[in-house]
């Protein structure tokens, strides 16, 4: 439907605050059979919860949210200072895709950037549980099961590297949607697809948890370092990621090239052999240096490394060039 017959049909939600439109409309993936939602900020609106109400505009029907300012700004405080779920992550990207119709900007006024990484990071740590999940399986030999929990790790990779890109739309019914909007190589799409539609093989469950599992793997790596798949699967290509440091993909390997010692890598660097899981050639990681005006405390690089050495996921895949 027309942004702007919708506008026009809304006029009468003035009156009750700053009306904005979200979720599916508002992001341009609405079908014939979408929802209108519409966002009202009430300024004099004190209730502790949202309200939804079902109106009818001239024959439009609309879902309409109505919130007090306050509990708004408390809600978006919380996107930033608590520790994020998946309720926060859909609230969050709701009010980041809102289109305003009567009143001031959500948007322009909140570092969405750093929303983008919080959520980036809050599926790093889910990968890396679901990883410790499988390991627990497979060590009985529960193959069906692990074979279930690959799935969510694959989703949750993918929704990694889609946040570290700006796309943190959660539901599933919009995801691939969100991907052909923000992926422009469709080989890196096919990453995701070709293992996320395929049907589970009960001929070989091992063969199909490790493809999951490798896929996984590859996103995750691109939450870290997207740049790296906009030009998958080139045969040769070399990347600089630092003053001293680059990375190459050969033929299906990555391949880091490092002339200084591992205690002087900076956080970039640091970042990707995090990444790459290769935590056997790294093991001064902790020493940390911080270039770029880019300010690393003890305690979070002490954080990362005790995630590094106590999850011990040790790719093979990767080589250290000298």
């Known amino acids: 439907m027309n942004i702007e017959k919708i506008k026009e049909s809304a006029i009468d939600l003035k009156k009750d605050g700053h009306v904005f439109l979200i979720n599916s409309v508002a992001e341009g993936y609405a079908n014939s059979k979408s929802d209108i ?3 009202v900020v009430q ?6 919860n949202e309200a939804w109400k079902q109106l009818n505009f001239n024959g439009i029907r609309a879902d309409v949210c109505f919130i007090g300012k306050e509990l708004l700004e408390k809600r978006i405080d919380s996107i930033f200072s608590a520790k994020l779920n998946d309720d926060l992550i859909k609230f969050g990207h709701k009010i980041k895709t809102a289109i305003p119709l009567y009143g001031d900007s959500l948007t322009e006024i909140i570092d969405w950037v750093d ?17 410790e999940d499988i390991d627990g399986l497979c060590a009985e030999e529960d193959y069906d099961s692990a074979i279930l929990t690959a799935s969510s790790l694959l989703d949750d990779a993918f929704s990694g590297y889609m946040a ?11 995801k691939l949607k969100q991907a ?4 422009k190589n469709v080989n890196v799409l096919n990453q995701y697809t ?12 091992k063969w199909q948890l ?12 691109l939450t870290y370092l997207p740049e790296l798949g906009e030009n998958f699967p080139d045969n040769k290509r070399m990347y600089v990621i630092s003053k001293k440091a680059s990375i190459s993909f050969i ?14 890598v900076n956080k970039d660097f640091s970042l990707i052999l995090h990444a790459l899981e290769l935590v056997d050639d790294a093991m001064c990681m902790h020493e940390y240096l911080a270039e770029k005006n880019i300010n690393i405390s003890e305690e979070k690089a002490n954080k990362h490394t005790k995630f590094i050495f106590e999850r011990k996921l040790v790719s093979k895949k990767y080589e250290i060039q000298a």
Do not use: C, M
């Open 180 to 183: 052909r909007k923000f992926i």
């Open 251 to 264: 033929s299906g390997t990555l391949y880091l090239n490092n002339p200084a010692p591992f205690a002087s």
């Open 164 to 174: 570290s890109l700006g796309g943190t739309q959660t539901r599933a019914k919009w």
């Open 37 to 39: 939602d519409l966002l």
């Open 115 to 131: 929303f983008d990484k919080r959520v980036s990071e809050f599926y790093i740590w889910n990968i890396a549980n679901h990883l």
């Open 194 to 205: 070709t293992e996320a539609l395929r049907e589970i093989s009960y001929e070989n469950k």
């Open 210 to 221: 490790d493809k999951l599992i490798d896929k996984a793997r590859y996103f995750w790596r």
């Open 43 to 48: 300024f004099e609106n004190k209730a502790e």
